[in-house]
């Protein structure tokens, strides 16, 4: 009974929540507002202030989306907490709101339907954390674009990949400023890497994005992996270390010639994660060997808990 009356006091800031639970502050906001599922409460300057009950209730939140409830649809389940008859209820009633999603995206696409798909994105970029794009949005969608008949317009495709990395850009960078304004909730600073290219780049920064919602700062860099004078940035910039990101396999000239010149270049950790260490496992042998190197889980949420624990 203590333990629930002390839970129920709301003393963590908005920031901590997003720290804590993996959702950004912007998102927070608007399943307050949109939504109706959090009730935070407030300072006498209008500061959010969360509870634990809270907190429970966030996590319960982000099971639901995993599950493809739509996210208009959660409060109801949260309230009435009859979670796993009324998910499949409401599954089997109206599908996975990711496929609709999915759907969505595509339909909108094939229109070249700018407008629409801008809103689109700038919605689900704020409504959905970015653990659960990634997985259930980002990959899937790239695997039916790469089958759809888009695939034979390489112009629909660029004007996708540009648009999203857009709308991510300004999201980060949002949240980049709010993170630096605070240097309390700023635990440590990584240089994240991926390969070149729109479709590329949209996942290294969709994956930044999860790493500022754990307050990670990033500097995203968009050079070749081995490139010259990266140690020296890494050094001016105060960075902890340097993150390679790739949803992709790789070549094994990439892997044994330019991932291991960066680790062999550099003085901190370099730190590999992404679909290609799943799928490439046996082929990163060597470099797991490095003392220097660590080998994360492909998967976006194992894989920040493990890089949370190595950072201390």
Known sequence: MVDEEVSEVAHLPIR??????????????????????LSPARTSKGHRLYSEVEVRRIEKVLTYLARGVAIGQVRELVERGQGNRLCAEINEENGSSWWAMLDETC??????????????????IAAFPSPLLIEYWLKPLQEKLGRASLSESG?????????????????????????????????HKLCLLGLSGGEQQV?????????LAKGIDTVVFSGQAGSVGLEDLVTE?????????????????????????????????????GDFVDIQYAELAGLRKLVAVSVLSGTTEKAIAQLQGQLG
Not at 203 to 211: D, G, K, P
């Open 155 to 187: 112009v629909a495709l660029q004007f996708f990949w540009q648009l999203l990395n857009e709308q991510l850009l300004l999201a980060n960078g949002i949240a980049r400023r709010n993170l630096r304004k605070n240097k309390k909730t700023f635990s």
């Open 237 to 273: 910039l105060e960075i902890d270390g340097v993150l390679f990101y790739s949803h992709r396999a790789l070549s094994k000239h990439f892997i044994h010639h330019d991932l291991t010149k960066l680790a062999s270049g550099l003085k901190t950790r370099l730190w590999l994660t």
């Open 203 to 211: 996942f290294v920064q969709m994956f930044s994005a999860v790493l």
């Open 16 to 37: 901590e929540v997003a720290r804590r639970t993996g959702v950004r502050a912007v998102t927070l906001r608007a399943w307050e507002r949109r939504y109706g599922l």
């Open 107 to 124: 339909s909108l696409l094939e229109d070249f339907a700018e407008p629409q798909l801008r809103m689109r994105l700038d919605q689900w």
